[in-house]
């Protein structure tokens, strides 16, 4: 029989392999968990965007933690719709990016501003808390983030997209 908890709590533990201080539920990449009749645990992800390159190190490591964890039969899904959305990411991976260095998106700001390719907005520097920043680049150091400049402590820092 599932226990949905206890699944979770395993899965609270497996890190993003581009971002390793943020687990796969920080980033609300989670979309369901379910058992088969066959006792088959299959977990529903939706990828931070298409093609990310992190989600078959990610799928490899939700099966091994799982399968360490007991679950002989685990089977990994991606779900495209709906698309992920940085609205997904919970207030503790937010926290946890300001504390690794790399500004999070504004909550509720998903497909308004500052898109994947947006119009810039103003960023707060994880670093100082100052909003004297400026974009240097539209890519950090992946897809998902911009490279940004703080004027105020003048450290350079990722800012992570609004999707």
Not at 112 to 122: K, P, V
Not at 123 to 146: I, L, M, Q, R
Request: proline residues 7%; negative net charge.
């Amino acid at each position: 029989m599932l226990d949905s908890a206890q699944v979770m709590a395993v899965l609270e533990e497996v890190t993003d392999p581009e971002i390793p201080v943020l687990s796969i539920a920080d980033l609300g990449i989670i979309r369901a968990v379910s058992e088969d009749a066959d006792g088959t645990l299959r977990i529903a992800i939706t990828p931070t965007y298409t093609g990310c390159p992190a989600m078959l190190p990610i799928e490899i490591a939700i099966r091994d933690a799982l399968m360490r964890a007991g679950h002989e039969r685990v089977a990994v899904e991606t779900h495209l719709s709906p698309a992920w959305t940085t609205d997904w990411l919970t207030e503790r991976g937010r926290q946890r990016l300001r504390d690794y260095g790399i500004a999070p998106p504004v909550p509720g700001s998903a497909g308004t501003r500052g898109t994947l390719f947006g119009a810039d907005i103003r960023v707060k520097c994880p670093h100082c808390g100052s909003h004297d920043t400026v974009k240097v680049n539209e890519f950090g150091s992946t897809a998902c983030k911009a490279l940004y400049r703080c004027r105020s402590c003048a450290e350079p820092f990722d800012y992570f997209k609004c999707i």
